[in-house]
């Protein structure tokens, strides 16, 4: 059972970390676009 809680938790900050570099790489595109429009 501690196993499974394990791998819930490596998975829940898998997904977190997941989350945060797609936001970052939106946001790098975004402003790159932004910045072509001046």
């Not at 900050?13 to 975004?30: G, P, R, S, T, Y």
Request: charged share 30%.
């Amino acid at each position: 059972m501690p196993q499974i809680k394990r791998i819930k938790m490596i998975l829940h900050n898998a997904e977190k970390i997941i989350c945060v570099n797609l936001c970052n790489l939106w946001q790098k595109k975004k402003y790159s676009e932004a910045k072509d429009w001046f």
